[in-house]
C-alpha cells in the first residue's frame, strides 16, 4: 500500500533552517508529484510547493519562493524539503502529500495519500 | 495571493443536509474543474472527499457530493451524522502550476 513517511520533530531557532523528509513507498516515485503542505497552530492548510520526483522540476507558492527548496533522492524514494531563515510565523505542521492520477494517467490536481505531519517549532 | 473563501463553520442536526462554499477567482476556481475537498479531523492528516469538482474517491459515502457553478465550488454533505464532525477544506489548481486551499469550516453536529 502506499504510504509517505515523514521524518520527526524539529525545533529550530529564529533565522535558522530545516529540513524535513518525505519517504514514499508502494508506487513507483517518479510517477507521482509530491506536494508539501503547512498547518500553523489552529490554523487552516497553506499550499507551499511541489516536486515532479521524475525531473526535479519544481513549483513554489510566491510567498515562499525564495525560502523554501524541494529536491528528491530517487535512489531512497525521498523528497526533502528545505526552509531557510525561519521565523515564528514558521511554526507549524507540515505535510507532505502525493498528487493522484486520474484514470487516463494524467495528474489529477488533488491529494490521495499524505504523510504524517512534522511539527516544526522555532523558538528563541 | 489569498486563500479560497469558505464559511468558517456550519452546523446541523443529524440526518440533516449540510452545504459549504468555496469562493475563488476567475484564477483558479472560475478557471478549471479541478477543486477537491479535504475532511480532517483534530491530530490528523487531511483525506480527500471529493476531486475534480464532483466525483468521489473509493471508499468515500455517497452522502458526499460536490458542484460548482462559476466561481463558487460546494460540498453537500446529506444524511449528517456525528462521524461527519470535522474541519472541511476545498482546494483549487490555480494559474501557473501553483495550487490553493480554502480558509476551512468546522463542521458541528448539533
Known amino acids: 500500500q502506499v504510504q509517505l513517511v515523514q521524518s520527526g520533530a524539529e525545533v529550530k531557532k529564529p533565522g535558522a533552517s530545516v529540513k524535513v523528509f518525505c519517504q514514499a513507498s508502494?508506487?513507483?516515485?517518479?510517477?507521482?508529484?509530491i506536494h508539501w503542505v503547512r498547518q500553523a497552530p489552529g490554523q487552516g492548510l497553506e499550499w507551499m510547493g511541489l516536486i515532479n520526483p521524475f525531473d526535479s522540476s519544481t513549483s513554489y507558492a510566491q510567498k515562499l519562493r525564495g525560502r523554501v527548496t524541494l529536491t528528491r533522492d530517487t535512489s531512497t524514494s525521498t523528497v526533502c524539503m528545505d526552509l531557510s531563515t525561519l521565523t515564528s510565523e514558521d511554526t507549524a505542521v507540515y505535510y507532505c502529500a502525493r498528487e493522484a492520477k486520474n484514470p487516463n494517467g494524467g495528474h489529477s490536481k488533488c491529494f490521495d495519500y499524505w504523510g504524517q505531519g512534522t511539527l516544526v517549532t522555532v523558538s528563541s | 495571493q489569498s486563500a479560497l473563501t469558505q464559511p468558517a463553520s456550519v452546523s446541523g442536526s443529524p440526518g440533516q443536509s449540510i452545504t459549504i462554499s468555496c469562493t475563488g477567482t476567475s484564477s483558479d476556481v472560475g478557471a478549471y474543474n479541478y477543486v477537491s475537498w479535504y475532511q480532517q479531523s483534530p491530530g490528523k492528516a487531511p483525506k480527500m472527499m471529493i476531486y475534480?469538482?464532483?466525483n468521489r474517491p473509493s471508499g468515500v459515502s455517497d452522502r458526499f457530493s460536490g458542484s460548482k457553478s462559476g466561481h463558487t465550488a460546494s460540498l453537500t454533505i446529506s444524511g449528517l451524522q456525528a462521524e461527519d464532525e470535522a474541519d472541511y477544506y476545498c482546494?483549487?489548481?490555480?494559474?501557473?502550476?501553483?495550487?490553493?486551499f480554502g480558509t476551512g469550516t468546522k463542521v458541528t453536529v448539533l
Open positions: 482546494s483549487s489548481y490555480r494559474t501557473s502550476s501553483t495550487y490553493v
Open positions: 475534480d469538482v464532483s
Open positions: 508502494g508506487d513507483t516515485f517518479t510517477s507521482y508529484f
